[in-house]
């Protein structure tokens, strides 16, 4: 009987001729597609409730039960992504995930009653759910170290480009045509991305290890409950006390799931890669940077919409500014970190974020479109480095046999920070505006505070040394 390679000690990824596979772009590309898709699909259905709702006979806030699926269903499986690359391979195991997400999505478009959709996004929460970690697990452990940057770079701009664009095209595709299209355009994206998946990554060799069932349990209530507690806060005219009890209860159970991965010998998420410096600088000041991030694309709409009356179409051109300061910048974010290295970049640029937050409280109905412009298009260029740098540095001294672990955990984080972000915007904009409707004034608090939190995220960076992931960038601190 064949003996499984022992945890820990992963052998090279190989093609099916045994040869390696190295430099991982086109891997990267397939995986940062299958991204955009899911995050895509997340943030466009917002904008199209009102029109499921009329067509299911059911109310907006019933038919947000859609939403709240997902959700969870998400929060509840990517605790089982490291677990799952590892016992069956990634390569198969994101070819599942992206195989049910373009089946749920045949499924949500054809939904016919609320409980039909609410099941199809179940499953399509399943299937985006192990899109993340185990989709970045293919492209990190085939990429060399020389390499790593520019795979990250490619794989992290679905996370800065969808959350921009999905809102406004949510909005034209449920104005102009029905909400179905929202789900079926997913179908020969996914298609596609799944023929490409099958063609262009690398396979690996299985490890087996036993399944955690306590682990899996415990890691699923504690996401679930944090995500579900800051999607309530999100809300508008939410109850407090409702948001704060799951809030509350997955800080406890978070905590027990930690005490009892410390204490198991093979756990399901592996909490050993926090040792690691980089991973667990980028985990926790990290962090702060990408709550901070996330508020801008939930802000911008509101305050050019509900501050200052503006159009959704001029809005959302606005905001496509963001965008194009995203995209300039992924041609020049390798080169601004081999030349100044992962710390320098992160405390400097991390500054230069939080100054472009507090820019955007400056604006007024009066200010001209293309100072707001401007600001946008900064504001855009300055996250994409930041996010780049953070997401490649939080892997760039993690082993291979590692990088399960490492991605899954990774993910989890991300996911809270995401959700935490969109929180505090909308608890500081309620809590300015009062009993009253939010104003500008209001929107402009808000941009205040994510300018302090990414202020403290960039600070906190200073604590890293100077050469940090000096393998990844080349880059080398002259001896003092």
């Known amino acids: 009987m064949t003996r499984a390679p022992e945890r820990g000690r992963a052998r090279p990824v190989r093609d099916r001729r045994g040869r390696d596979r190295r430099g991982g772009r086109p891997a990267a590309v397939v995986v940062a597609g299958a991204l955009f898709l899911e995050m895509l699909d997340g943030t466009v259905i917002t904008m199209a409730l009102s029109a499921i709702a009329g067509s299911l006979g059911v109310g907006t806030v019933t038919a947000g039960l859609g939403v709240t699926a997902y959700l969870l269903t998400v929060a509840v499986v990517i605790p089982l992504g490291g677990w799952l690359s590892d016992r069956f391979g990634a390569r198969q195991v994101f070819c599942v995930a992206i195989a ?8 949500c478009a054809v939904a016919q009653t609320l409980s039909q959709f609410v099941g199809a996004r179940v499953i399509q929460g399943a299937g985006g759910a192990m899109m993340v970690p185990v989709g970045r697990t293919v492209v990190l452990r085939g990429a060399a170290k020389k390499d790593l940057l520019a ?12 959350p921009v664009l999905g809102p406004p095209l949510g909005g034209l595709i449920a104005e ?18 799944f023929a490409a998946a099958l063609l262009t990554l690398p396979t690996a060799e299985t490890v087996r290890r036993p399944f955690d069932g306590i682990g899996f349990l415990l890691s699923a209530i504690a996401i679930a409950s944090l995500l579900s507690g800051t999607h309530l806060a999100g809300q508008q005219d939410t109850n407090w006390y409702l948001a704060g009890a799951p809030v509350a209860a997955g800080l406890v159970v978070a905590a027990l799931a930690v005490c009892h991965a410390r204490r198991h010998p093979a756990p399901l998420i592996d909490l050993s890669v926090l040792r690691i410096a980089t991973f667990a600088a980028t985990s926790a000041a990290g962090s702060l940077l990408r709550l901070a991030i996330n508020m801008v694309p939930f802000l911008l709409p509101l305050l050019f919409q509900v501050g200052f009356g503006l ?6 051109l606005l905001v496509l500014m963001v965008f194009a300061g995203n995209l300039l910048m992924k041609t020049v974010t390798t080169r601004a970190v081999r030349r100044f290295g992962f710390r320098q970049v992160l405390v400097g640029n991390g500054l230069l974020v939080a100054v472009s937050l507090a820019a955007c409280a400056l604006f007024s109905a009066s ?29 760039a001294d993690v082993p291979a046999a590692s990088m399960s672990d490492a991605s899954t955990l990774n993910a989890a984080i991300a996911q809270l920070a995401a959700g935490a972000g969109v929180a505090v915007a909308a608890i500081v904009v309620q809590v300015s505006a009062g009993a009253g409707a939010p104003t500008a004034a209001d929107f402009r608090t808000s941009f205040v505070v994510g300018a302090v939190i990414a202020l403290a995220g960039a600070l906190l960076f200073l604590g890293l040394d100077r050469n940090a992931g000096a393998e990844v960038s080349g880059y080398r601190a002259a001896a003092r």
């Open 100 to 107: 049910l997400f373009t089946v749920a999505s045949i499924g």
């Open 151 to 162: 795979a990250t770079a490619i794989i992290t701009w679905p996370g800065l480009l969808a």
């Open 176 to 193: 102009y045509a029905s909400w179905r299209w929202i789900f079926l355009i997913n179908v020969p994206l996914g298609t596609l991305i």
């Open 311 to 316: 159009g959704p179409v001029t809005s959302g």
């Open 367 to 395: 200010t001209p479109y293309p100072v707001i412009g401007a600001v946008c298009f900064l504001g855009g260029a300055f996250r994409s480095l930041e996010f780049t740098a953070v997401n490649t540095l939080a892997f």
